[in-house]
């Protein structure tokens, strides 16, 4: 479909050196809206007695209803102007986060929860918005300053949300959500610099284009089955992981899902290293060593069946290892994506994002459903057959190829460096 673009504007400020780090915040408290009820689900159902299936059912159907809302919300970042547009969903995802906090009954708990995940998608307009604004050599860097702040969101999230639920119960962190997101509206509404839609297109012409984009594109979609099977496997490990802490091999609280989550956030201190490795040996090569961290950690993660305090260990290992995986190779599959044409950068990314939660989605339902029928080791053997296919990806979209010549490009470079000497 053609692009109609507005008539010249001046450019938007460039992004500064503090914004990036208010941004990454903002990316990790609102993704945490997304994750923080898995590690509250055993008490929710508990508390409205229903079953442990049913309770877990709602951290499946927020992060449906993340991906839902990429795919219908995040595209608008090409049309509107970004600032407005994300006030207005942080607004609309604090008022579904206090619905959800004072829900009588399940099923009212169920809505608002698909409704918090389709407004909670800032993140997806904030990160095309940041590479937009920085020259090409600052672009990895910066994804992944805003990476480690989405990450860390997710991750400490379930400390958030085990911590405060245990000790003040589920709703608590709802309503403390609540008004942390209302609070982020202001914020950034005064510090986010004003800028100018790329196109002029209908909606109905974004949704067509970005459904175009993952057939034509191929860099598109070499990065959405890397994401789709790492991150897969990630939600599967996470999703359980509640299930079998607080179940009777450990007996423990959700307290202990939040310790362990705050081990894996160690994990977002990588990113912006990750964004340097990928200016400097591209994507190709850090997607390798993501498949091979995650390989690894669905053998590490096996251990954690044992129980005591070695289970324990490689749990805590286990989850480090697959959270290091997912963040790494999001910057790497990003900084590929917004490689690509400055223009269509929210569809891009609304194409992937989409694609890498309905992975998720499909990885927490299949997660359960391996542990509820039979145990942490099919679990394992589900992460590591889901990351196991992000290595067919990269062998049959030529991974090896690309390093090699990048790696004879660094030669190149680095004599001709020399003689200029």
């Known amino acids: 479909m053609p692009q ?20 990454a915040l903002a990316c990790g408290v609102t993704v945490a809206n997304a994750y923080f009820p898995q590690a509250v689900t055993p008490l929710i159902a508990r508390s409205l007695d229903v079953s442990d299936g049913t309770a877990t059912t709602l951290a499946t159907l927020t992060q449906l209803g993340y991906a839902v809302g990429i795919f219908l919300l995040v595209p608008l970042g090409d049309r509107l102007p970004r600032r407005p547009l994300i006030t207005v969903l942080l607004a ?60 860390g969101g997710i991750l400490l999230a379930r400390a958030f ?4 639920g245990e000790h003040l119960g589920w709703r608590a962190p709802y309503l403390v959500a609540a008004v942390l997101t209302a609070l982020l509206a202001v914020v950034l509404g005064a510090l986010l610099p004003p800028t100018v839609p790329a196109v002029r297109d209908g909606y109905p012409g974004l949704l067509t284009d970005t459904l175009r984009m993952l057939r034509t ?3 598109l979609r070499r990065s959405v ?14 999703t359980a992981v509640a299930l079998l802490v607080t179940g009777p091999r450990y007996g423990m609280g959700t307290q202990a899902v939040g310790v362990l989550a705050l081990v894996g956030a160690g994990s977002m201190f990588l990113a912006p290293s990750t964004g340097k490795w990928v200016d400097r040996y591209g994507p190709d090569r850090v997607n390798l060593w993501c498949v091979a961290a ?29 959270d290091v995986a997912v963040q790494c190779g999001q910057v790497a599959n990003q900084a ?14 609304t194409g992937y994002m989409t694609c890498s939660f309905l992975g998720a989605s499909a990885g927490s339902w299949l997660g359960i459903r391996a542990y509820t029928h039979f145990g942490w080791w099919a679990v394992c ?21 690309r390093i090699a010549r990048t790696g004879a490009k660094e030669a190149t470079e680095s004599e001709a460096a020399i003689r200029s000497r």
């Open 294 to 322: 995650g390989l690894t950690a669905a053998g590490v993660l096996a251990a954690g069946a044992l129980g005591g305090v070695a289970g324990i260990v490689a749990l805590a290992a286990g989850l480090l290892l697959i």
């Open 336 to 349: 590929r994506i917004f490689a690509l044409r400055p223009e269509v950068h929210s569809r891009l990314n």
């Open 161 to 164: 949300g085990g911590v405060l």
């Open 4 to 23: 109609t673009t507005p008539p010249a504007a001046p450019a938007p400020p460039p992004l500064g050196r503090g914004l990036p780090f208010v941004m």
């Open 225 to 238: 089955l890397f994401q789709v099977t790492v991150f897969g496997g990630f939600s599967a490990a996470w």
């Open 381 to 401: 053997a589900l992460i590591a057959l889901a990351v196991a296919s992000a290595l067919v990806t990269y062998v049959v979209g030529g991974g090896g190829r």
């Open 92 to 151: 609309v995802t604090s008022v579904a986060l206090s619905t959800a906090g004072l829900a009588p009954g399940i099923g009212l708990l169920l809505a608002a929860g698909a409704l918090v995940g389709l407004a909670t998608v800032v993140p997806q307009i904030l990160l095309p918005m940041a590479a937009g604004l920085v020259a090409p050599e600052r672009r990895g860097s910066v994804i992944g300053t805003l990476q480690a702040g989405l990450i």
């Open 217 to 219: 594109e191929k860099e």
